[in-house]
């Protein structure tokens, strides 16, 4: 079963994906987990890939296909993969299909985690973060025990620049532009289902199984 995960930012699509993966018994792909390992073993692609990250420009989406079909080759890929983060536009779509249909494969669903932007901007304005481990909080769906205190090792939250309303307006804006216009493209390839990610989280992956299947 070879799945895509389709949404904006802050829709909860990674999650989701994990979710997935350990429900189906199959690899959650991201890119940026793809880059780290090639880059981490020295691999030729990584090589390829870490020139262009070293100067600060995106890496070719040939680049990227190859990366992400070298790591479908991997013997955990066997039963298939839920891919999150890829692609992220149309061009890059076209070069996955061209690239797995070249192996007689295809994409099987594409799940779009359908959240309306200013559902998004609350939820993320509300995430919190901690400066000595990391650990995250929402304000709202998950709080400190005590405010803007981590529960974990106690060292202060904050809102980072990421999830500050501004910047998440911003990230939606170019989502808008260059990704939601896949959601048509897979509709058309009769492989696009949309599941109402405003839900619990355990109705919206109960949503993806009913379509995926048991």
Sequence with gaps: MKIIMLGAPGAGKGTQAKRIAAQYTIPHIS?????????????ELG?????YM???ELVPDELVVDLIMD?????DCTNGYVLDGFPRTIPQAEA???ALNAQGENVDFAINVEVPDENIINRMSGRRACVGCGATYHIKYNPTKVED???AC????????????ETVKNR??????????????YEKKGVLAEVDGTKDMEDVFNAIVSVLGK
């Design 31 to 43: 890119t940026g987990d793809i880059f780290r390992a090639n880059i981490k073993n020295n691999t």
């Design 47 to 51: 090589q390829k890939a870490k020139t």
């Design 54 to 56: 070293d100067k600060g």
């Design 71 to 75: 790591r479908f080759k991997q013997a």
């Design 96 to 98: 996955l299909d061209a």
């Design 149 to 151: 205190v981590c529960d």
């Design 154 to 165: 106690g060292e202060k939250l904050i809102l980072r620049d990421d999830d500050k309303p």
């Design 172 to 185: 939606l804006s170019v989502y808008h532009e260059q990704t939601q216009p896949l959601i048509d493209y």
